[in-house]
């Protein structure tokens, strides 16, 4: 069973950077896929950047491109998501997730099966 730990949300002024953690367990994720979503309050759950653990091809949401960066260590089995010039509307509960369908990329929502408890990212003005 994979198990997933984020860290390092936190409140942060408009312009500024944050780096979340995703700490994977369980498995050896070399055919995995990994995302990371975001849900803001009120709003529906968000599919924002994706990675292919083997090749490290990424995908990301057009709102975020040239902005945030996903990307992997194998020997940490840890997933990152660095996010810079950050925007109030980047504000929102931030999950990793953990997909095998790694067959097609991006993988669909639906795919992905394991998940984070989720940190808080928070962008004040």
């Known amino acids: 069973q994979v198990q997933l730990v984020e860290s390092g949300g936190g409140l942060v002024q408009a312009g500024g950077s944050l780096r979340l953690s995703c700490a994977a367990s369980?498995?050896?994720?070399?055919?995995?896929?990994m995302g990371w979503f975001r849900q803001a309050p009120g709003k529906e759950r968000e599919f924002v950047a994706a990675?292919?653990?083997?090749?490290?091809?990424?995908w990301y949401i057009d709102s975020v491109k040239g902005r945030f960066t996903i990307f992997r260590d194998n020997a940490k089995n840890t997933m990152y998501l660095q996010m810079n010039s950050l925007k109030r509307e980047d504000t929102a509960v931030y999950y990793c997730a953990a997909t095998s369908a790694s067959y097609r990329f991006p993988p669909l929502s639906a795919d992905f099966d394991s998940w984070g408890q989720g940190t808080q990212v928070t962008v004040s003005s």
């Open positions: 990675i292919r653990w083997s090749s490290s091809t990424t």
């Open positions: 369980g498995r050896t994720f070399g055919s995995y896929a």
